[in-house]
């Protein structure tokens, strides 16, 4: 089993290959479908160069998995699907997410909020068996309700539930989101070998430094600037919960949440055949 990486600069995310060479078979993880906001207009850039990799590689890919639905940076799980036939996977508690935003858009007629734009929800425990090797589902809420960590072997990607150790862990002030769930979440993961291997959804690089993307529990319990091994619940929750509290929201997130809560895709058109996203004056 090989992993590889691709590194959004624009919007500072990871997307995995996880691949079988002997097999040709391999699943993508939290793709990117890039937007220009000032522009609103969508292009395909890191998707080009995922799928060459793909194609190189003469991949099947059976599955695309999002790790949660991102603030951050629009989904590419539609365009995947569509090129390669795989089925879009997310976290069982997706439709908590979805009522959440569907009221704040006003969309509740047009959005399904029971996950069914989905093609497989995977609740904590469940796996999926791709070629030689097999996915479980850990349901690791906290950043968001519905967050999954996929662990492959000794491999668990994470999504956005921490970073690397000199960054610390996601926010927690979206809707549905807790410390203390995220708290435990990441207890649950240090009780993993010192060895298993954590492959994180963004590395914000800071000080500027080289980019990173994996580490391990051991090194997450030992350094990781927010929550190490000993760092009690009550201090994580009042750092958190302090720091949460002077965090901007991030800049594509009232548009891109508008299609990752639709499996990626877009709005339908309307009269002119047009896709449009809405903005909610004074919600947030």
Do not use: W
């Not at 999954?148 to 668990?156: E, N, V």
């Not at 750092?239 to 009232?254: G, H, I, N, V, W």
């Amino acid at each position: 089993m090989k992993v590889q990486h691709f590194f959004d600069a624009r919007t500072s995310t990871l997307t995995y290959v996880v691949y079988d060479e002997a097999s040709h078979t391999g699943v993508v993880i939290d793709p990117v479908l890039d937007f220009e906001q000032p522009a609103g207009r969508t292009f395909e850039e890191s998707l080009t160069t995922l799928c060459r990799f793909l194609d190189e590689q003469k991949l099947s890919v059976p599955f695309v998995l999002d790790t949660h639905v991102h603030a951050d940076h629009m989904t590419g799980l539609a365009k995947i699907k569509q090129r390669y036939g795989s089925a879009t996977v997310i976290g069982a508690h997706i439709a908590e997410v979805q009522k959440a935003f569907a009221k704040l858009f006003n969309v509740e007629r047009e959005v399904a909020v029971d996950g069914s734009q989905f093609d497989r929800l995977l609740a904590d425990g469940d796996s999926l068996d791709v070629g030689p090797f097999t996915i479980h589902a850990r349901h690791t809420p906290g950043h968001t309700p519905a967050c999954s960590t996929y662990q492959i072997g000794d491999k668990l990607f994470v999504g956005d539930v921490m970073f690397m150790p000199d960054f610390g862990t996601a926010r927690c002030d979206f809707p549905g989101g807790s410390a203390e769930m995220l708290y435990d979440s990441i207890q649950r993961l240090y009780q993993l070998p010192d060895a298993t291997e954590i492959y994180a959804c963004h590395d914000y690089q800071p000080g500027g430094r080289e980019l990173r993307y994996q580490t391990t529990v051991g090194e997450q319990k030992a350094s990781n600037l927010q929550l190490k091994a000993d760092t009690s619940k009550a201090d994580f929750v009042k750092f958190r919960s302090e720091r949460d509290a002077k965090l901007s929201l991030p800049t594509l997130m009232l548009a891109v949440l508008q299609i990752n809560m639709r499996a990626g895709a877009l709005p339908e058109p309307e009269s002119n055949g047009t896709s449009y996203l809405k903005l909610p004056l004074n919600q947030l």
